[in-house]
């Protein structure tokens, strides 16, 4: 199913990792969440700041990945 690359960066706007819980990749989205609370206690916020950037690029980056790759007619499958 298609996901909205813009849902999916504003998402990770809110909590760094939910983005790509909403894209369905929950482990992933765990482990930043846990990341971002990490790194936000150890570097006093400046970590959750740089956490929370890379989540929002890398959530858009993947939802627009899996919807470029889901437009590809059968028959430019690869097998």
Not at 37 to 52: D, K, R
Not at 67 to 73: C, D, L, V
Request: charged share 15%.
């Amino acid at each position: 199913m298609r996901k909205d690359p813009t849902l999916a960066c504003l998402l990770s706007l809110l909590l760094a990792g939910i983005g790509h819980i909403y894209l369905g990749q929950t482990l992933k989205g765990l482990l930043i969440v846990v990341a971002f609370f990490g790194l936000g206690a150890l570097t006093y916020g400046i970590g959750s700041i740089f956490m929370t950037a890379w989540s929002m690029y890398d959530a858009y980056k993947v939802a627009s990945k899996n919807n470029q790759s889901r437009k590809k007619p059968l028959t430019d499958i690869e097998i």
